[in-house]
């Protein structure tokens, strides 16, 4: 039976999260790749699909060590990385039929709006794109813009958890679950959709 799990925060209000996972049909004996898999977001949704049966492998720029999981020395920026890294991860796990791209970087100060805006709607247009364009093959593409999510990152920046309408930050695992479920078979019917997870707090 799958394990319970419980929020982990950082010194933040614990949002209670002890209940039993629920199975999800369509991933068990999977191949997955998660980037950015060394911490925080990426991590948990590394550690959620495996708990989830699928067979998985985390990269980021330093070797993610992460029980059950295959880390992999992956520099998305760079095309031979990725291209290496893919070919690790099928020798040794099979092909990779779920990919989650979470590798990004944060830039706290100076922040432009104009390119958080560019770059959020060049994934929001690419997702949709990728959608349109496999959809035919059975490959489903989906987004998720998490906000305020207890990460180092946003324990570095300033406390926003009052602009938050349901009052504190979400979770890592919060952020995770959305993930497996849009890798599921229950999510079959959804492709090209950007899932907000942000506990009401809008930056659209």
Known sequence: MPR????????????PYDWPV????????????????ARGIGRCIAETLRDGGARVAAGDLQTPQIDGVLGVD???????????????????????ELLVLNAGIFVIEP????????????????TKSIASEYAGTGVTANALAPALIDTEMVAAMPDLRDRVPLGRFGTPQEVADVVAFLCSAHSSFITGEVV???GGFLID
């Open 74 to 96: 992956l520099d998305v920026t760079d095309e031979r990385a990725v291209d290496a890294a893919f070919a690790h991860v099928e020798e040794s796990l099979g092909p990779v």
């Open 196 to 198: 907000d997870v942000n």
């Open 22 to 37: 629920v199975k999800l049909e369509g991933i068990e004996e999977r191949g997955a790749l998660v980037t950015g898999g």
């Open 111 to 126: 922040f432009s709006v104009a390119a958080y805006a560019a770059s959020k709607a060049g994934i929001m247009a690419m």
């Open 4 to 15: 319970p799990r419980t929020a982990r925060m950082h010194g933040l209000e614990t949002f």
